[in-house]
Every structure is written in C-alpha cells, then in structure tokens.
Antibody, heavy 120, light 109 residues
Framework: QVQLQESGPGLVKPSETLSLTCTVSGGSITTYSWSWIRQPPGMGLEWIGSIFYSGNANYNPSLKSRVTMAVDTSKNQFSLNLTSVTAADTAMYYC??????????????WGQGTLVTVSS | EIVLTQSPATLSLSPGERATLSCRASQSVSSYLAWYQQKPGQAPRLLIYDASRRATGIPARFSGSGSGTDFTLTITSLESEDFAVYYCQQRSNWPPRLTFGGGTNVEIK
C-alpha cells in the first residue's frame, strides 16, 4: 500500500522560506508524477506544482517565482521550497501522487497533510 | 487559464435522495476531468477520473458524465457517509497545470 508522509515545520515566519519533504513508502518514486497541493483553512484546493523523478517540474504560474521542487530518488522523497512567505501561504499542505498516464492526471494517493502557519 | 465553476455551492438533501453536481469549464477540457470527495479533517479522495471512470473501490452509486465543458457527478442514492465537499479537477497541457473547482458542499437537509 502506497503511503505519503509530509514533514517540516508547522510554523514559519513571514518573509522566510517554507520547506517541506514528502516521504513515499510502499512504492517507487521513479514512476508517476508527484505534486504539492495546498488548502487554506475553510477554502478550496490549490495546485502548487508537480515533479517527475527526472527532476522535470511544472509550477502554478501564480507561485512560480517563489516555488522550487526537488526529488531524491535514493531516499524516495520529494520536497517543496516556497520563499518569501506571507500569511496568505497559511494552509494545509498535501503531498500527492498523480497518474499522468490518464488524461485527467488524477491524484490517487494523498498524504494526511501538514498544517503550515505563517506568523511571527 | 481554464477556470472550473462548480454549482451549486451547497446542496441540501436527505439520505436516499439523488445528488447531481455540476462542473463547468471555461473552455473545452475534452474528457480530462476528475472528481474528489473531501470529508472534514481528511485529505480528498479520488472518485472519478477521465470524466466517467470510477476509481478503485468507489461504490457504483457514484457516476460521472460529460465532456468538453459540462460535467456532472451523480450520486444515485445518498448514504450518510456521502455528505461531504466535492471538487472537480482538470489537467491542462499548456501550460502544464492542474486546476480545481471551488467545490460543492453536499449537506444533510
């Protein structure tokens, strides 16, 4: 059974960098696409970006200038860095697995999510 | 940028009733549309992909239809565990991205 687990600080100061890691177990990271999706409290879902094991990544244009994703195949992990955070970046952050072999690229596995609060 | 608009925002129904949820795309997305269910405090769960294909383990009372710009998620007879928020999602090829609709809250009447 595939499992995804987010890890990282739950509190980040304004203007600093949010850094999260997702550890994938029960399957290899060398297939599928791997994405970060966030959800502000009480609001909807926002795609942050996706990365393949090759390191090729695509980012949400609205966040592109602040986002970097990376993959570490030796550890079966992928990561997210979001720079210059503000209170608007406060959200539940999910790491996910996508099935790009299907037209809609559906997300079939989600981590439990980690709440990141931006506050001084 | 393709925008997904879900309606209604809230649907108030009783157990056993039929639920019909709509997702409209601002331009054609072919059949590249998925549906998710999210319960409070939980991550979303994939229900339907490629407009009409049920994900593994999803009950037959859930069905998806549509293509182009208009899509529907139907729950034929609501059970207590179906009261939740539902999101649609599409994939664009250029620029490569995923987009979610704003969600429909199916609540107990």
């Amino acid at each position: 059974q595939v499992q995804l687990q987010e890890s990282g600080p739950g509190l980040v100061k304004p203007s600093e960098t949010l850094s999260l890691t997702c550890t994938v177990s029960g399957g290899s990271i060398t297939t599928y696409s791997w994405s970060w999706i966030r959800q502000p409290p009480g609001m909807g879902l926002e795609w942050i970006g996706s990365i393949f094991y090759s390191g090729n990544a695509n980012y949400n244009p609205s966040l592109k200038s602040r986002v970097t994703m990376a993959v570490d195949t030796s550890k079966n992990q992928f990561s997210l860095n979001l720079t210059s955070v503000t209170a608007a970046d406060t959200a539940m952050y999910y790491c996910t697995r996508g099935r790009v072999e299907y037209g809609s690229s559906p997300i079939d596995y989600w981590g439990q999510g980690t709440l990141v609060t931006v506050s001084s | 940028e393709i925008v997904l608009t879900q309606s209604p925002a809230t649907l108030s129904l009783s157990p056993g009733e039929r639920a019909t949820l709509s997702c409209r795309a601002s331009q054609s997305v072919s059949s590249y549309l998925a549906w998710y269910q999210q319960k409070p405090g939980q991550a979303p769960r994939l229900l339907i992909y490629d407009a009409s294909r049920r994900a593994t383990g999803i009950p037959a009372r859930f069905s998806g239809s549509g293509s182009g710009t208009d899509f529907t998620l139907t729950i034929t007879s609501l059970e207590s565990e179906d009261f939740a928020v539902y999101y649609c999602q599409q994939r664009s090829n250029w620029p490569p991205r995923l987009t979610f609709g704003g969600g429909t809250n199916v609540e107990i009447k």
